[in-house]
C-alpha cells in the first residue's frame, strides 16, 4: 500500500489559492490535481470524495464564509492575506456544514496549515478565530425569511443577491428556494452511450464491472445516469470511447435537431465536442459534421474525442460563428447553435461559476446570441432545420432571442421542440427544462425550419 504524503486539507487548499488567486476553473484545478495524485497512487476513492467536498463546498459557499467569518472577526477579511483567508473559509465550511467532520479536527489541521503558509501572528489569530466559533455558533443569525427573502436565500443557499432576486420576481419564493437548494447538491455523472461502439445494455454491464453503479436514463436512449464510480481516468471503458460524459439535457440537443445519415450539418458553436459527436453518432458515422468554433485548443478537445470515440465524419475549422453565413449559404441540411451563454443551468456543476458572474452579462451575451443565430441561419437549406440551444435559464437569452429571430426572419417557422423529444413528449413550442422541477441542468432548445 502506498504511503500517503499529503494531507487531503492541504490539496484541497491548494485547488482553492488556484481558483481564489490565479483565476483557475473550480472543476478544472481539481481534476488536474486529483489525477495528478491518483497517477502517484497517492488518492483513495475516500480522499478524492472528500477533496472534492471541501473544494467544492468552499468556493460554492463563498459568500455566505465571509458573512460567518464577519461575526468572528475584529478586522475587516480583506485585510487578511488571501492564502490565511481560504484556511479560514476551509475552517469554516467544515465547522457549520460538514457534520462529520469534529469541529476539533477542523480546527486543528486549520491551525497546521497557518503554521505552513503563514507566521506564528496568523497562528493564533486563525486558532482564534475557529475555536470562537465553534464555540459560539449562535452568533450567525440570518435574515429573517419574509422580510427579507433575496437576503435570506442569498446567505442560506450560497447564491448572489442579483440572480436570487431575478427568480424570486419570476418564479416566487418557494420556488426560488427549491432552485437554489438543487443547485447546491452534487449531481450524479451522467454518461452517452457511443452508439457507434456498443449499445447501452452492454455500457452498462461494463461499466458495473469497473465499479460503477448505474441505470439507465428516463430521458435519452443513449444516456446512463452513474451515481457512483471511480476516477473516471481509471475507467477502460472511458479510455475505448465507448462513452461520452454529457449531461441528460445536452443529449436532448441532438435529438430535436434529428440529424439523418448522410447529411452535411454545422455545429456552430461545436467545441469541446459532446453535441458534435452525438449528431455525428446519429448519423452512424456518415455524412459530415462541421464543427466550428473560435479558439482552436477548444476544438483540439473536439478531435480528441472523435478520434477517442472511433467518428469519421466529424471536421472541425477555426472561425468566429457570426461570420458562417458567408461562408456556407443555404449549403447545410441542418444547423445547429448551441450559443455561448450564462451558464445560469449548470450552477451545480461549476461551483464556482455564480461568483464569476453578474447581470451585466445578460444584457451583453443576447446581442452576441442574435449575431450567431442570424448568420447560422444563412447555411441553412430551404426545407432544412435551425436549432437554438442554451444551458441557461434566463428569458433574455432563449425565448426573446428566437422571438426576436422569427419576427425579423419570416422563412423561418418555429417547430414544436417538444414533440422531437425522444422519450416523454412535452407541449411547449420551445423547451424551458429547469434542475428543480426536472432533475436535469437547466436547458433551453427551440426548433426552426426553414421554408421552401
Given at each position: 500500500m502506498t504511503e500517503k504524503k499529503f494531507d487531503a486539507r492541504e490539496v484541497a487548499l491548494k485547488v482553492i489559492n488556484d481558483i481564489e488567486g490565479k483565476g483557475a476553473y473550480a472543476n478544472i484545478a481539481l481534476a488536474q490535481e486529483i489525477n495528478r495524485r491518483t497517477s502517484h497512487g497517492q488518492l483513495s476513492?475516500?480522499?478524492?470524495?472528500?477533496?472534492?467536498?471541501?473544494?467544492?463546498?468552499?468556493?460554492?459557499?463563498?459568500?455566505?464564509?465571509?458573512?460567518?467569518?464577519?461575526?468572528?472577526?475584529?478586522?475587516?477579511?480583506?485585510?487578511?492575506?488571501?492564502?490565511?483567508?481560504?484556511?479560514?473559509?476551509?475552517?469554516?465550511?467544515?465547522?457549520?456544514?460538514?457534520?462529520?467532520?469534529?469541529?476539533?479536527?477542523?480546527?486543528?489541521?486549520?491551525?497546521?496549515?497557518?503554521?505552513?503558509?503563514?507566521?506564528?501572528?496568523?497562528?493564533?489569530?486563525?486558532?482564534?478565530?475557529?475555536?470562537?466559533?465553534?464555540?459560539?455558533?449562535?452568533?450567525?443569525?440570518?435574515?429573517?425569511?419574509?422580510?427579507?427573502?433575496?437576503?435570506?436565500?442569498?446567505?442560506?443557499?450560497?447564491?448572489?443577491?442579483?440572480?436570487?432576486?431575478?427568480?424570486?420576481?419570476?418564479?416566487?419564493?418557494?420556488?426560488?428556494?427549491?432552485?437554489?437548494?438543487?443547485?447546491?447538491?452534487?449531481?450524479?455523472?451522467?454518461?452517452?452511450?457511443?452508439?457507434?461502439?456498443?449499445?447501452?445494455?452492454?455500457?452498462?454491464?461494463r461499466l458495473e464491472d469497473e465499479g460503477v453503479k448505474c441505470k439507465i436514463s428516463d430521458w435519452t436512449p443513449e444516456g446512463i445516469v452513474c451515481y457512483e464510480h471511480p476516477g473516471l481516468g481509471t475507467l477502460d471503458s472511458l479510455r475505448a470511447g465507448l462513452f461520452q460524459v454529457q449531461d441528460e439535457s445536452s443529449m436532448l440537443v441532438a435529438h430535436v435537431l434529428d440529424p439523418q445519415p448522410g447529411e452535411f450539418i454545422i455545429d456552430a458553436c461545436g467545441a469541446p465536442g459532446g453535441k458534435t459527436t452525438h449528431i455525428a453518432a446519429l448519423m452512424k458515422n456518415t455524412g459530415q459534421v462541421l464543427s466550428t468554433d473560435i479558439y482552436e485548443h477548444k476544438l483540439a478537445l473536439t478531435q480528441?474525442?472523435?478520434?477517442?470515440?472511433?467518428?469519421?465524419?466529424?471536421?472541425?475549422?477555426?472561425?468566429?460563428?457570426?461570420?458562417?453565413?458567408?461562408?456556407?449559404?443555404?449549403?447545410?441540411?441542418?444547423?445547429?447553435?448551441?450559443?455561448?451563454?450564462?451558464?445560469?443551468?449548470?450552477?451545480?456543476?461549476?461551483?464556482?461559476?455564480?461568483?464569476?458572474?453578474?447581470?451585466?452579462?445578460?444584457?451583453?451575451?443576447?446581442?452576441?446570441?442574435?449575431?450567431?443565430?442570424?448568420?447560422?441561419?444563412?447555411?441553412?437549406?430551404?426545407?432544412?432545420?435551425?436549432?437554438?440551444?442554451?444551458?441557461?435559464?434566463?428569458?433574455e437569452e432563449n425565448q426573446d432571442i428566437v422571438n426576436t429571430f422569427l419576427h425579423t426572419h419570416p422563412a423561418f417557422i418555429l417547430e414544436p421542440a417538444g414533440q422531437y423529444l425522444p422519450g416523454k413528449k412535452r407541449p411547449e413550442s420551445m423547451v424551458q427544462l429547469w434542475p428543480h422541477t426536472d432533475g436535469v441542468d437547466g436547458f433551453f432548445i427551440a426548433r426552426m425550419t426553414r421554408q421552401q
Open positions: 476513492d475516500q480522499d478524492r470524495r472528500f477533496i472534492t467536498e471541501l473544494v467544492y463546498g468552499t468556493i460554492k459557499a463563498g459568500a455566505t464564509l465571509d458573512w460567518m467569518l464577519s461575526n468572528y472577526l475584529s478586522r475587516p477579511l480583506t485585510k487578511v492575506a488571501p492564502v490565511i483567508r481560504n484556511i479560514l473559509r476551509l475552517g469554516m465550511y467544515q465547522l457549520f456544514f460538514l457534520e462529520k467532520v469534529p469541529a476539533s479536527a477542523a480546527c486543528n489541521q486549520a491551525v497546521e496549515l497557518t503554521k505552513k503558509y503563514g507566521h506564528a501572528g496568523t497562528v493564533k489569530f486563525v486558532n482564534g478565530v475557529l475555536r470562537n466559533a465553534a464555540r459560539s455558533p449562535e452568533k450567525i443569525v440570518y435574515p429573517d425569511r419574509e422580510k427579507q427573502p433575496v437576503k435570506y436565500l442569498a446567505l442560506k443557499y450560497f447564491h448572489p443577491e442579483w440572480l436570487v432576486e431575478r427568480w424570486i420576481k419570476r418564479l416566487g419564493a418557494t420556488a426560488c428556494e427549491e432552485l437554489c437548494q438543487i443547485n447546491n447538491n452534487t449531481p450524479p455523472l451522467s454518461v452517452r452511450t457511443n452508439t457507434v461502439k456498443i449499445k447501452r445494455d452492454e455500457l452498462i454491464q480528441e474525442n472523435a478520434g477517442r470515440l472511433g467518428l469519421i465524419n466529424i471536421e472541425t475549422r477555426a472561425l468566429d460563428a457570426v461570420n458562417l453565413g458567408g461562408m456556407y449559404p443555404l449549403k447545410a441540411d441542418r444547423v445547429l447553435v448551441d450559443a455561448p451563454c450564462s451558464g445560469l443551468g449548470v450552477l451545480r456543476r461549476k461551483p464556482d461559476s455564480r461568483w464569476r458572474k453578474s447581470e451585466e452579462i445578460l444584457q451583453d451575451l443576447p446581442k452576441l446570441q442574435a449575431a450567431i443565430l442570424a448568420s447560422a441561419a444563412q447555411c441553412v437549406k430551404p426545407g432544412g432545420v435551425l436549432v437554438y440551444s442554451t444551458c441557461t435559464t434566463e428569458p
